[in-house]
Every structure is written in structure tokens, then in C-alpha cells.
């Protein structure tokens, strides 16, 4: 069996259930079953679309700013209060609890990773 480098900035990496993972562009829009591990650059905000929020239904989700400087935003779970925010700088990660509504919006431009399980997540835009 051959090893071959991967490009985590580039690629999606599905951690299979039954073991396996599995390397795959980013942009192929693959949605496999289990969990997936995702790294990626970020410029601006469209590229963490900072004008949606994200939800994941069926897991908890990782994000970690592996360089650069970064704020996690928690929707309000009752409303008429006000969003939390986690503030990460390179080397720090928060957990993102199952359910909740989240959004990233980047202080200087940042490589982040995050893992979840990506079945039945959404965005939703900001009003």
C-alpha cells in the first residue's frame, strides 16, 4: 500500500464508521456517512460565510483556529439575548454543543479546522 500526502487545506476527510477515512476534494460536494474532518484558509467572511448561521443536528462539533485569530458566535438559545461569543487565537478550539446555532467571523485572516458530523446540518442566513 502506497502513502500518499494529503492537502488537508484542499480536501474533506471523512472518518468513516467503520473504521476507514477517506480523503476527498473539498469541492466535490461527496456527503458521506460518518464523520468528517475539514481544514481549510480563510480570507474573508464569505469564506467561514460569516452571514449564515450553522446548525448540526446529529453531533457536536470541533473548531479549532490553527493560525490566526477567530470569534465563534452562539445564537441565543431563548430569545432577546444576546449572542455568546468564544474568542480562539491560533492553537485554541471550542466545542460547539450538538443543536446549536453557530457562526465564525474571522479577525485577521486564518487556517481553521473543524470536525462534526456532517448529516442534517444547515445554514440559515442572519437577519
Known amino acids: 500500500m502506497t502513502i500518499t500526502p494529503i492537502d488537508l487545506l484542499a480536501s474533506s476527510i471523512h472518518l468513516d464508521q467503520d473504521g476507514e477515512i477517506r480523503a476527498a476534494p473539498q469541492a466535490s ?21 460569516a452571514d449564515h448561521w450553522e446548525v448540526h443536528p446529529e453531533a457536536e462539533e470541533i473548531v479549532s483556529c490553527l493560525i490566526g485569530k477567530i470569534r465563534l458566535f452562539l445564537r441565543p438559545e431563548r430569545p432577546g439575548r444576546p449572542e455568546e461569543e468564544v474568542r480562539l487565537v491560533t492553537g485554541a478550539a471550542a466545542i460547539v454543543p450538538r443543536g446549536r446555532w453557530h457562526r465564525i467571523e474571522l479577525d485577521v485572516p486564518s487556517n481553521i479546522m473543524a470536525v462534526t458530523l456532517p448529516r442534517g446540518s444547515r445554514l440559515e442566513r442572519r437577519t
Do not use: I, K, P
Open 29 to 49: 460536494g461527496s456527503e458521506r456517512e460518518g464523520w468528517r474532518l475539514t481544514a481549510f484558509h480563510a480570507r474573508t467572511g464569505a469564506d467561514v460565510h
